[in-house]
């Protein structure tokens, strides 16, 4: 049971205000192979999750007392370009609906292998997000229930936001 | 529409301007509009059915939900590359006599968007009549649009618009294709070559990043 | 039962139940979808067994666009999202790289920014009230709520010069200063607004037909809703007291007086009902807005990503330098990632930023709030006639636009 308490210069335990970088940081002591490097800029705390785990960290913020991050806002993918490895990220973005902080979960995928397991057993608001990220990227979610294209048209081809998808794409596309 | 393909099949050389005028009177002062609204553009429609800029005094009463019962599609708003088919299969539907305004950049030429994502120009799927600058037209340029077209529909011939039988619809042009004149359509050519547009889009070709 | 009828026989008797069953598609062009969406009904005589939204029917690759755009030829591309919010839009977009760029915006554009907001949140929810109302039979309101949006497009064309696809706010601050007389215009709108509202209600909230088609149709828990993450009216209706303007307050936000109207019935009545006091609400802000400005300048102190003033230019040569650097290179922002969430007129619009330190993003993604308020259709939907499926899709206020990007 991880408690956030951490205390301050009066050396009193300060327990009501668990912000999130202070609770990632105490996740991240807690259990080490879940939490990778943690980020904080721009007055948001990002916290790379290895892949494996994503369920796992997942249900912890979700279900903990000090996270109590109820609501997923976003799920969002995002192609560093054909040379970088690892070329995707997925950013699931956290909110708690009583709380009111926010926090980022971010896990990297190589070109090679862009697996990575569902979330919708979470939040079931991931299955639309996880299946628009499929769409535009091409990153496979494992153990989703409905995994097809929700944007472009069923039949497709590629994957339209990858960096090497050109701006007007391919012709010709017959419209059947 | 009876009447005129009766009247052209039989008497192909009889003049028909008094009738002429009297069917393109009854055509062009009712106009009603299939809902065709598609963003932004059909916003302004709306508008332009509204109060303020009244659309139904120009006899468009109603805006008919299905297109059997329609007369002019205002096509408002962007066509994206998956609602193309549709828009056809709308068209098709629509019984002669029948025109089509594309209202708006985005279904005139594309507009702001030249991805890949959105069909440059309408006028690629239907033919067009009146087309419509702007993003969006204000609700008087989509009124005056519609007495252009009132004005375009004065002129034509009751031989001009026959019903086209269920056939030769059916052999329509696939959408997205040009007109090819020895018969093929996008279905026997040959689909396997698929190279990206050899004309990248400008914003591709600019030297910062 | 083969038995008992003479059926002669080359008939062949297969006992197989009843298929009551049918599949039928609500499709693309339809008169009450509100833009084109395509549903896939299941429907069992008249009830709906599965309803599954069939989307991107109006994608437009705006998200790929934006990576080939300077950050502020961008704003032009988020007016056409929601295209009954763009001030909202825009507001989201602008305040994300403002974030990055870490600007200090003057008081006086924050101000005319909330006032701005406010009279579009007022905007979008007269265009859900009239089409809402017009699916459900009262046509009288649909133009009653035009006529009352015809005043609000005249104000805000008078700021920006667009009725529709205004683009009014520029990364530091505004387009340009209010004309004059427009505080008196908008007072003057403020003014006669509630009795508009008044009327709206006497028409619809006291009418039993209206009543009867949207008391217990829709329902959606409180829990299930958060769960499908639902946002804005759609989950103040079902009793959550979550408004993006009071948890993550921005713009100044903070300084206002208003209430956050919720609902706890849950159905397409509530959300109706959180609408119709959330326009009172943001008439509120208006007013407040209104009394707090106050002449001041109306852009950050940036000028490297701040356009300098016409006059300046014409008359400085650096302020020439730093126009010309703008509009032909765009500015650098720093690296970085960026998501600013923002209580648009539908629900939490996130708007997800992501720098390389160029002049253009490397990802731009808007989470829109009717994205995910429409996965929530098929739950709402199960059980429910089809002419409520009509009703359900109207409360939850969805613009393709925004769906499908």
Same mark, same amino acid.
């Given at each position: 049971m991880v408690t956030a308490s951490v205390p301050d210069e009066n050396n009193t335990v300060s327990k009501e205000k668990a912000t999130p970088s202070l609770l990632v940081t105490a996740l991240q002591r807690e259990h080490p192979q879940w939490i990778g490097e943690i980020a904080e800029a721009f007055s948001e705390v990002t916290a790379m999750v290895p892949r494996e785990h994503i369920v796992e960290v997942c249900t912890y913020l979700k279900s903990s007392e000090e996270g109590r991050f109820d609501f997923l806002a976003d799920i969002c993918g995002a192609d560093r370009g054909p040379e970088e490895e690892p070329r995707f990220e997925v950013n699931y973005h956290l909110f708690s609906t009583t709380k009111h902080h926010r926090v980022r979960l971010k896990v990297l995928l190589n070109e090679s292998d862009v697996h990575l397991p569902t979330v919708t057993g979470v939040w079931r608001t991931a299955n639309w997000h996880e299946r628009e990220t499929f769409d535009l990227f091409g990153v496979i979610f494992d153990g989703h229930p409905d995994l097809r294209r929700i944007?472009?048209?069923e039949d497709w081809q590629g994957y339209a936001l990858r960096k090497d998808f050109p701006l007007r794409g391919y012709e010709p596309y017959s419209l059947k | 529409m009876g009447l005129e393909n009766v009247i052209a099949e039989a008497l192909p050389e &009889?003049?028909?301007t008094r009738l002429d005028s009297l069917i393109n009177w009854a055509r062009k002062s009712s106009l009603w509009p299939a809902t065709f609204g598609l963003a932004c553009c059909a916003i302004e429609m709306m508008n332009a059915t509204s109060s303020r800029n009244d659309l139904a005094r120009f006899g468009s009463e109603v805006f008919r939900a299905s297109p059997r019962q329609a007369d002019v599609m205002i096509v408002s708003g962007r066509v994206s590359r998956k609602m193309a088919p549709v828009l056809r299969r709308i068209y098709d539907q629509m019984p002669e006599p029948k025109w089509v305004i594309s209202m708006g950049a985005c279904a005139t030429s594309g507009g702001v968007f030249d991805n890949y994502a959105i069909v440059q120009g309408v006028d690629k799927i239907v033919p067009v009549d009146v087309y419509i600058p702007g993003c969006p037209p204000r609700p008087e340029m989509l009124i005056h649009a519609v007495m252009m077209l009132q004005d375009k529909v004065g002129k034509e011939s009751a031989r001009d618009r026959k019903d &086209?039988?269920?056939e030769e619809a059916r052999r329509a042009f696939a959408p997205g294709t040009l007109p090819v004149t020895d018969g093929s359509t996008a279905s026997e050519s040959d689909t396997s070559r698929v190279r990206p547009y050899t004309i990248a889009s400008r914003h591709e070709r600019r030297r910062s990043s | 039962m083969s038995s008992t009828l003479n059926i002669p026989p080359q008939f062949e008797v297969v006992d197989r139940p009843l298929d009551t069953q049918m599949t039928i598609s609500m499709g693309p062009q339809h008169p009450s979808t509100?833009?084109?969406?395509?549903?896939?009904?299941? %429907?069992d005589g008249e009830s709906v067994v599965k309803a599954t939204p069939d989307i991107g029917y109006l994608h437009t690759g705006m998200e790929k666009l934006f990576e080939y755009k300077k950050y502020q030829q961008g704003i032009v591309i988020t007016d056409r999202m929601d295209y009954l919010n763009p001030l909202g839009n825009n507001l989201g977009y602008v305040m994300a790289v403002e974030k990055l760029l870490g600007l200090e915006i003057p008081e006086?554009?924050?101000?005319?920014?909330?006032?701005?907001?406010?009279l579009q949140r007022i905007a979008s929810h007269l265009v859900w009230l009239g089409t809402h109302a017009l699916d459900i039979g009262a046509m009288t309101v649909f133009f009653y709520c035009f006529r009352e949006r015809e005043k609000i497009l005249n104000l805000i064309e008078a700021a920006s010069g667009g009725r529709l696809t205004p683009s009014y706010f520029r990364i530091g601050g505004l387009m340009m200063d209010l004309p004059s007389g427009f505080e008196r215009r908008v007072k003057q709108f403020l003014d006669g607004f509630p009795n508009s509202v008044e009327e709206f209600h006497k028409l619809l909230t006291g009418n039993r037909i209206f009543q009867k088609r949207t008391q217990g149709v829709g329902r959606i828990s409180a829990e299930d809703a958060i769960d499908w993450g639902l946002s804005g009216p759609c989950l103040r209706g079902s009793g959550v007291n979550l408004d993006i303007r009071r948890a993550n307050p921005y713009t100044g936000y903070e300084n206002y007086d208003f209430e956050v109207p919720t609902e706890p019935d849950c159905d397409v009545w509530a959300r109706y009902m959180v609408r119709?006091?959330?326009?009172?609400?943001?008439?509120? %802000?208006?007013?407040?807005?209104?009394?707090?400005?106050?002449?001041?300048? %109306?852009?950050?102190?940036?000028?490297?990503?701040?356009l300098p003033d016409r006059e300046a230019m014409k008359t400085h040569m650096d302020a020439l330098i730093h126009h010309f650097l703008i509009v032909a290179e765009g500015f650098d922002v720093p690296e970085g990632e960026v998501y600013h969430p923002i209580e648009a007129s539908k629900g939490e619009l996130g708007v997800y930023v992501k720098s390389n330190g160029g002049p253009k993003p490397a990802r731009v993604h808007v989470r829109g709030p009717s994205f995910v308020n429409l996965s929530a259709l098929p739950q709402m939907v199960e059980g429910e006639m089809i002419a409520d499926v009509v009703a359900i899709i109207g409360s939850l206020d969805i613009v393709l636009g925004e769906i499908d990007r």
């Open positions: 944007l472009l048209p | &009889v003049l028909t &086209v039988p269920e | 509100h833009g084109v969406l395509r549903l896939e009904l299941v %429907i006086r554009a924050q101000t005319i920014r909330v006032l701005m907001c406010e119709m006091r959330e326009m009172k609400e943001s008439r509120k %802000i208006s007013t407040q807005a209104l009394a707090r400005l106050k002449p001041g300048p %109306i852009k950050a102190d940036a000028p490297k990503v701040v």
